[in-house]
């Protein structure tokens, strides 16, 4: 698992431009489904048939990141930001920009040398970010490639940490994304199982809409992260969720707001994980939500779980997670599939 993760997690796809990551998450599918295809949107779905049940196993491959905005006269880059970043600790964080092939830049801003005392004591907006790319003008920014709307990503590589933990950026989601892969080639299928890379969740829950619009399935398990609170400082967030405990199971997030988890869906998961024998943990979370939301509301309605795997500093270059975790939501969401029979018919 973990040279999957590195795999995937070492790769970039911000928001809308998942290409590189879609292309290593179908070379590692090829050879376990019977049909693979893109959609309009960008979806990778892959299929394994079965009977008249349709499963959608659903996990984002996109990763928060940035667009340029404006190149300056000099060549210094502004940035946007695509999804949820908390701004202070992006300030000296390395990037790749993709032009006329991968070009590394660094994010600068002024030095405290400079900087007034009431600069000082206040937090460094994106907007009073750029990157350096090390050009001498506009010019040559754009003779490299690099032009307004050219994606930006977090260039970090994953590494290995003491009792079994990793870290790395875009654990969020290619940690799940590693997850579901594992368990779509693992799995005893009885149903059909659709597994969705979907893009663009980190903005909307994009390609989730789309891609049940299109698949109409009987049920749903999304695999994501979600926020360990194991941590100091998060005392106040009263959630008891931690690494090393196994994955996380979805009551409620996004304080109802986004999914409120059907009691059966909830009973079938549960019970797949208690007869088992995995460990795991329940979530009612007041912020954030998945592709979950977004497929179970889609036509009449489809019942929808959502399986987690705990990560702390999410939303960050340095992510963590325990692979232990990992290792207990493949079993969790393998045997799931293989028992859906059980529950849904």
């Known amino acids: 698992m973990i040279e999957l993760i590195k795999k995937l997690s070492n790769s970039h796809g911000v928001s809308g431009f998942e290409g590189e990551v879609r ?11 019977d049909e693979i295809k893109v959609d309009k949107l960008g979806n990778l779905i892959a299929t394994r048939n079965g009977d008249e049940l349709d499963l959608m196993l659903s996990a984002h491959m996109d990763e928060i990141g940035f667009v340029v905005k404006k190149i300056d006269e000099k060549g210094f880059i502004r940035i946007a ?35 007034k005392d009431e600069e000082r004591k206040k937090a460094i907006e994106i907007g009073d970010m750029f990157v350096d790319v090390g050009a001498r003008s506009k010019e040559e ?15 970090r590589e994953v590494e290995l940490l003491v009792n079994n933990r990793i870290t790395g950026k875009a654990f969020d989601n290619r940690v799940g994304v590693a997850v ?27 390609g989730a809409k789309t891609s049940a619009f299109l698949l109409e399935p009987d049920i749903a398990i999304a695999v ?10 998060n005392e106040s967030v009263h959630m008891d969720i931690a690494l090393g405990k196994g994955p996380v199971i979805t009551i409620v997030d996004a304080s109802g707001r986004g999914l409120i988890v059907s009691q059966k869906v909830l009973e079938w998961i549960k019970k797949t994980a208690e007869r088992n024998g995995i460990p795991y943990q329940l979530e009612v979370a007041e912020g954030g939500t998945t592709d979950a939301t977004a497929i179970n509301l889609t036509k009449e309605g489809i019942p929808a779980g959502v399986v987690s795997i705990p990560a702390r500093y999410i939303h960050s270059p340095v992510e963590v997670v325990d692979l232990k975790d990992v290792e207990w939501a493949v079993e969790l969401v393998k045997k799931s599939i293989e028992n859906v029979r059980d529950y849904f018919r």
């Open 81 to 115: 930001p695509i999804g949820g970043w908390f701004s202070q600790i992006l300030v000296a964080q390395r990037v790749v920009l993709y032009g006329k092939k991968k070009f590394y830049g660094v994010i600068g801003c002024k030095p405290p040398h400079v900087m």
């Open 180 to 206: 579901a892969i594992e368990s779509f080639r693992k799995c005893n299928n009885s149903a059909t199982i659709h597994f969705v890379a979907t893009i663009q969740e980190e903005v909307g829950l994009k």
């Open 141 to 155: 920014v754009l003779k490299l490639g690099i032009d307004v709307g050219t994606p930006v990503a977090i260039d």
């Open 23 to 33: 292309e290593l998450i179908k070379a590692e599918l090829e050879d376990f489904a």
């Open 224 to 233: 994501d992260s979600c926020v360990s609170t194991d941590f100091p400082g």
